[in-house]
């Protein structure tokens, strides 16, 4: 729902005309604001849909009707590059597997993005980043309390990362087709990159490195790898990676210089005999908790000690340092008028992004879409007629 469209999303940024095909009743993600426990807008606007499909226009086409595969293939004939994130056992059915389009436009990048890879017995399963990208990475089990459950994760905060890793693929294919002038396959999963996004931890077993026990917070290992809540309530939490450099660092932000030479806590291996992590996170609870979060800020900053708030939404869309980069984009909506949206995360310098619209409603662009192939005005109204393409509708 995410992963592939995100690919074509930074596509449309740069200038490409990317037509998004969905089924007669739209993308599953159209709806996605309608899952229970997802806000819900005044409006019943669709927002799980914008992010990802601004700029693109929609061609709204049962691909299960006869008709559908000859459409298609006119599409291909001067295509670039074909995004799927359809299971292999679907594109084989539907006659858009790799090697049937490759024959109709020998220089086609097929970018093919999935829950579980390409091969194994799980090619089929249906994925979705919740599961391929978090669960099976392992790192869920890492953050789970001791004592208690997980809460629900961010929508699509895995897809994104594995649509960025796919789209490294498509670039590298466009390359080489400057090169070869041949089209390739190119594939990229959920599951690989959950791996690769837990890497350093799975590579730890893969060495047969030893695994420590889990503690509750109070006996955590590291008195830095641990949340502190400021006097104002406000959830907040320092990386202290460098830990010679920023171990005194630490013990002047709190106002205890004396416990950088104190000989419980000088040197790493005294803080971390057995319960002297206890008793720093206790003096830090306590010292943190006597003045609020604005104070604390000012003050890690003025150490040199990286840290930030948990934010909230409310602090996400009001960050001023995430403003300054261009994170957010203004955009016109037929529904809403101007709203801002999260901006794709690349930036060419002496390429800037193009003028984007809003994500388009469902079948807005398929009567024009299909007259550029070439189809008449009345075999376009005869596949209108016969539910096999439908044209414009509100969005749902």
């Given at each position: ?89 679907a ?39 919740t ?113 010679p ?13 004396e ?54 939404y ?38 800037p ?7 388009p ?28 393409v ?7």
């Open positions: 729902m995410i992963m592939v469209p995100s690919v074509g999303a930074v596509l449309a940024d740069y200038g490409a005309q990317v037509v998004k095909i969905e089924p007669l009743d739209g993308d599953l993600n159209r709806r996605g604001h309608q899952i229970p426990g997802m806000p819900i807008h005044a409006t019943g606007y669709g927002y799980c849909f914008l992010p990802d499909n601004r700029g693109k226009r929609s061609l709204s086409l049962d691909l299960k009707a006869p008709e559908a595969k000859g459409i298609v293939r006119r599409l291909v004939e001067g295509a670039d590059v074909f995004l799927t994130n359809y299971r292999p056992k594109l084989e059915r539907l006659g858009l597997g790799w090697p049937e389009l490759q024959s109709v436009n020998p220089r086609l990048v097929y970018a093919h993005g999935t829950g579980f890879g390409d091969a194994g017995a799980e090619v089929d399963k249906p994925g979705f980043d599961v391929c990208y978090w669960s099976r990475s392992g790192m869920e089990a890492n953050v789970f309390p001791t004592d208690g459950w997980l809460g629900p994760l961010g929508y699509g905060t895995g897809d994104h990362p594995g649509g960025m890793a796919l789209l490294s693929a498509v670039l590298l294919a466009l390359l080489a087709r400057e090169r070869s002038g041949q089209g390739t396959r190119v594939s990229s999963s959920l599951l690989a990159n959950g791996a690769w996004s837990n890497s350093v931890m799975i590579q730890a077993r893969l060495l047969e490195a030893e695994f420590l026990e889990r503690r509750p917070r109070e006996e955590a290992r590291n008195v830095t790898s641990v949340y502190y809540r400021a006097g104002d309530r406000r959830i907040f939490k320092i990386a202290m990676v460098d830990i450099r920023d171990w005194p660092k630490l013990c002047r932000a709190i106002g205890r210089p416990l950088i030479d104190d000989s419980r806590y000088a040197t790493l291996e005294q803080r971390t005999q057995e319960g002297r992590m206890r008793e720093l996170i206790q003096i830090c609870d306590q010292v943190f908790a006597g003045r609020p979060m604005d104070h604390w800020q000012r003050v890690l900053e003025e150490h040199d000690l990286p840290y930030s708030v948990v934010a909230t409310d602090d996400v869309v009001a960050d001023e340092q995430m403003a300054a980069n261009g994170v957010f984009l203004d955009i016109e909506d037929p529904e809403l008028g101007r709203v801002r949206t999260v901006e794709t995360p690349l930036h060419l310098e002496s390429h992004k193009v003028t984007r619209g809003p994500a409603r469902l079948g807005e662009h398929s009567r024009a879409i299909l007259a550029e192939i070439g189809l008449a005005s009345n075999e376009i109204d005869a596949l209108v007629k016969h539910e096999v439908a044209e414009i509708k509100e969005k749902t």
